[in-house]
């Protein structure tokens, strides 16, 4: 039977805070990719580089420190290039000390396909509860699921009418799988997709009304040319339109917990 604990091989005894980045291509990222070689182009933006203080969940189950591409062993079927997650990171590391990345993303998905019982959903849960696991009870803390998904739901009129009472669905399980009923979600509303029903997702996405449910709008970043993807340099903006949202939305949670630094970013 696998062993689903992460081992630590980081020693630092700063307590992380982890992010889950979930949803489709776009979260897991090819920004930098050439569609018709499936190649990236290795090209890492200052944004999004390494850092030490900054570490990612491997597919096995260790933390290591995260580097693009972040979904490289996660997202396997396709190629992986930058996404918004080391933005992110980059962004809030001063704020949030010790960031820790559980990258959960696999391009081409519905939302169907991330529903309680379904593969990708119980993956994203197994990953998220070992991400705790390894350093006892206080030593690490879950503070906000990134979800960006969408676009697979965009090309008929009957996933684009079930797509808001799924996305709820998904939010009311994964706050109850993982005890956190209050867990910050941080949807982005999408920026391509099928033209036919792509603003009627987008309408459910900017029309749920949770508490603890914010949506950052990624309409109008540049796009590749395959008017779907968005481009490196928008997935660098991306990174740090969530990472504003994270800290003006939930950034007082930090203070009272004690994290980082307490100065204004």
């Known amino acids: 039977m696998e062993n689903t604990a992460p081992s630590n091989n980081s020693n630092s005894p700063c307590k992380k805070q982890i992010f889950i980045l979930s949803g489709q291509s776009n979260m897991a990222g090819r920004g930098g990719v050439d569609r018709r070689h499936h190649h990236w182009n290795g090209v890492v933006p200052l944004e999004c580089q390494s850092d030490p203080s900054i570490l990612r969940l491997s597919a096995n189950l260790h933390w290591e420190t995260a580097h693009e591409p972040l979904h490289a062993d996660i997202d396997t ?58 350093d006892g009870e206080g030593e690490s803390e879950i503070r906000a699921l990134l979800w960006f998904q969408g676009e697979s739901d965009t090309s008929t009129q009957h996933d684009a009418a079930a797509y808001q009472g799924n996305m709820e669905k998904l939010i009311q399980n994964v706050r109850q799988d993982l005890c956190l009923p209050d867990l910050p979600i941080i949807q982005v ?77």
């Not at 508490?211 to 950052?216: A, E, F, G, Q």
Request: net charge positive; hydrophobic share 40%; proline share 2%.
């Open 189 to 265: 509303a999408l920026a391509s997709g099928d033209k036919k029903y792509l603003e009627k997702v987008r309408e459910a996405q900017l029309s749920i009304n949770i508490p603890n449910v914010v949506c950052v709008d990624a309409k109008g970043l540049q796009l590749q040319d395959d008017n779907l993807h968005l481009t490196t340099e928008a997935q660098v903006q991306l990174g740090s339109m969530l990472a504003e949202s994270f800290l003006s939305n939930f950034g007082t949670t930090l203070q009272s917990d004690g994290v980082g630094s307490h100065s204004s970013a």
């Open 77 to 134: 079927k396709k190629t992986c290039g930058v996404g918004p997650g080391m933005s992110f990171a980059n962004a809030v590391r001063e704020r949030v000390g010790l960031v820790a990345l559980v990258p959960c993303a696999v391009g081409g998905t519905a939302i169907k396909e991330w529903a309680r019982g379904q593969h990708l959903y119980e993956n994203m849960v197994r990953r998220a509860k070992a991400s705790m696991s390894v």
